[in-house]
């Protein structure tokens, strides 16, 4: 049976079920076991997946051999913050079988607008970190005045408008004290913090330029996480350079959502680029993870002369922490979804097929909701999968062949 004739008729028995409480038999599927396919029969009881045939079936759908895998995270994005595009933010995700997101910076302002339009069964699950904390002309500042004439300048009165709403300046122990119930006000699912040149940050101080890139100075950072963890709330921490990548990892944050050197500036510059060996041996003792974030390089370097260095720097610290035990998640940052970071993980040719869709529909989904039967194909997981006409472990380009989308036993329209 052609794939079109298939998808059809599926559409057609789709459109005849109730979803409400509806009991349906998967049968002849290929079902993904964390290692390989294997031959199996689930059935959906409500939002649950099992193995245990109820004693009444409302419907049946035949697989017809085809491939089932767990849907698909994405560690690191902004694009699900406002109703300006939501619609085909949320119609990409789900094209792509992308259904678990975090959100590492947005404006709580715009995002709890569109918050009808996720976190439930016909659409995707999403996290937000409602701003992030920076110090003093730290970064994201300066992108925020850029983006208020690219994107908001419709929507907020003045740049200075962002701050303690994208983002809070914390360059003290006294702000973290005057600032925290602010913060805990917008209800952040986890803390962003920023890192910015750290090494140099003496330095830049000094500096005038509004480009210059600033963070939190350390010990701040350490006490932000310290607060934080009282509260129950995980951090993700923005770095640039093996220095902040270092610092992260002394202040005890849960998650890195960048690699050091994913934006060199000149070829001088490339010594901020390689992961020293014990800050991944560290990391992966403390559980520390790191979201790859490697596809951005691609777009944002001015030079792009420069990105043959990035990837093999790329390369290189990949190798370094997976060889350490430092668990990998796919995030894209600006990308429309994280298969673009998967496409492009696979073409630095460090990990084999299984590797990436593991990190993919295991390892990111599991990070963004931690307390949820999500990421693998078992007794009583959600019964949340996504049907594909070909084995993607042959050819990761068939993870775009996405023949049926199911979310907690309900059938997904594209």
């Known amino acids: ?108 302002k715009f995002s709890k607008d569109i918050l009808y339009r996720v976190n439930n069964v016909n659409s995707i699950d999403v996290i937000f970190s409602n701003g992030c904390l920076t110090s003093s002309r730290g970064h994201p500042i300066t992108l925020y005045n850029q983006l208020y004439e690219l994107q908001y300048k419709n929507y907020v009165p003045n740049p200075s408008w962002f701050e303690n709403k994208a983002y809070y300046i914390v360059d003290n122990e006294d702000d973290l004290k005057n600032k925290w119930k602010t913060i805990l006000s917008k209800n952040p699912d986890f803390i962003k913090i920023m890192f910015s040149y750290t090494e140099d940050r003496d330095e830049n101080l000094l500096n005038n330029s509004p480009y210059v890139r600033l963070g939190l100075k350390p010990e701040i950072a350490s006490l932000i996480v310290k607060q934080a ?12 350079t093996n220095a902040d990548f270092h610092f992260a990892i ?30 991944a041996i560290v990391a992966a003792r403390k559980g520390i993870k790191v979201v790859t974030t490697t596809v951005l390089s691609k777009t944002i370097l001015r030079d792009t002369t420069l990105l043959p260095i990035v990837q093999k720097y790329q390369i290189q610290n990949l190798r370094l922490l997976n060889n350490k035990g430092v668990e990998l998640l ?58 594909l006409d070909k084995n ?13 989308r199911i979310k907690q036993g309900h059938f997904l329209k594209q």
């Open 250 to 279: 002394e202040a005890g944050v849960d998650e890195i959502s960048h690699l050091p050197g994913y934006y060199i500036h000149t070829i001088d510059k490339r010594s901020i680029a390689p992961i020293f060996e014990n800050d």
């Open 1 to 108: 049976m052609s794939k079109s004739i298939y998808v059809a008729i599926i559409i057609l028995i789709c459109s005849l079920i109730e979803t409400k409480s509806q009991t349906i038999e998967y049968k002849n599927g290929k079902w993904f076991n964390g290692f390989r396919f294997i031959n199996k029969t689930f059935f959906t009881v409500g939002y649950i997946l099992t193995e245990v045939k109820p004693c009444v079936i409302d419907s049946i759908i035949d697989l017809n051999n085809r491939f089932v895998i767990p849907p698909f995270g994405e560690a690191h994005n902004h694009n699900v913050e406002g109703y300006w595009d939501i619609d085909e933010v949320l119609k990409k995700y789900i094209l792509d079988g992308v259904y678990y997101v975090k959100i590492q910076n947005n404006i709580q």
């Open 330 to 387: 796919i995030g894209s940052d600006h990308s429309e979804t994280s298969l673009e970071e998967l496409y492009y993980l696979r073409d630095l040719k460090i990990f084999d097929n299984l590797s990436l869709l593991k990190m993919l529909c295991e390892n990111t989904p599991r990070s963004i909701f931690p307390k949820r039967k999500i990421g693998y194909l078992k007794e009583g997981y959600e019964a949340s999968f996504l049907v």
């Open 392 to 404: 993607p472990l042959m050819n990761l380009d068939y993870l775009r062949n996405i023949v049926l």
């Open 229 to 240: 963890h009282k509260y129950n709330l995980k951090v993700s921490a923005h770095i640039e």
